[in-house]
């Protein structure tokens, strides 16, 4: 495995599931970030771990919970989501946190669709 | 408030053509900005640039950055039918917290 890997990929929940993503790093980075991707909006920005301690949590509804339990692991648990929830979730991770000008390198992203 | 601002929103050309992108900023604190392209779901890194006027360059691929004007440009030179995707920038800046602002990007196709 190289880089950074999600799972799973695609995701199809009912408003009443809970589920998790999962990323996984490999190329021994110490931040790694959640970011959202709807259609026709930039990619925001969700939740930044560094060194496994939350940095910044950009005012993310709470049916979002994130869990970082050590540097190279990051999970999403999502709880009685809405449908506007659907969106491509991607992970991202940096050597050092962003302002250090550090290169982020993006996961395949998870396909969510919520109904 | 911080922003990213990508033009045009979409383009379509033919092989063999050259095409200009670009990206205009507002950020509090500007460290950097950085370009990626997205082609089906994970964006890969294309250029970072910090100082003005220095060009960095990756075959057909090159990129400006103004930090007067608050702007860069992404050159593609030869466009090839590979090279139709979405081009995303994004400005790292502070204000509070570090954080990266993305532009909603450029859809770029190109034709055979």
């Known amino acids: 495995e190289t880089g950074v890997t999600q799972t799973p990929r695609h995701l199809v929940m009912g408003m009443t599931n809970k589920k998790s993503l999962k990323c996984e790093q490999h190329?021994?980075?110490?931040?790694m970030y959640w970011y959202k991707q709807s259609a026709k909006k930039p990619l925001e920005l969700m939740f930044v771990y560094n060194f496994k301690e939350q940095t910044e949590n950009n005012s993310v509804p709470s049916r979002f919970s994130p869990e970082c339990p050590n540097s190279s692991h990051l999970f999403l648990h999502l709880h009685t989501l809405q449908p506007e929830d659907s969106a491509l979730y991607l992970c991202a991770s940096s050597q050092a946190l962003a302002g250090a000008s550090e290169t982020q390198y993006f996961g395949p992203g998870t396909r969510l669709l919520v109904l | 408030e911080d922003k990213v601002v990508q033009s045009p929103l979409s383009l379509v050309v033919h092989e063999g053509d050259t095409v200009t992108l670009n990206c205009s900023y507002e950020?509090?604190?500007?460290?950097?900005l950085l370009w990626y392209k997205q082609e089906k779901k994970a964006p890969t890194f294309l250029f970072m640039l910090t100082s003005s006027g220095i060009e960095k360059k990756s075959g057909r691929l090159s990129s400006i950055l103004d930090k007067k004007e608050l702007f860069s440009i992404l050159n593609i030179t030869a466009t090839q039918t590979g090279d139709s995707a979405v081009y995303l920038c994004?400005?790292?800046?502070?204000?509070?917290?570090?954080?990266?602002?993305f532009g909603t990007g450029t859809r770029l196709k190109v034709l055979a």
């Open positions: 190329l021994g980075h110490n931040a």
């Open positions: 950020v509090t604190n500007f460290r950097s």
């Open positions: 994004a400005v790292e800046g502070f204000s509070g917290t570090y954080k990266y602002i």
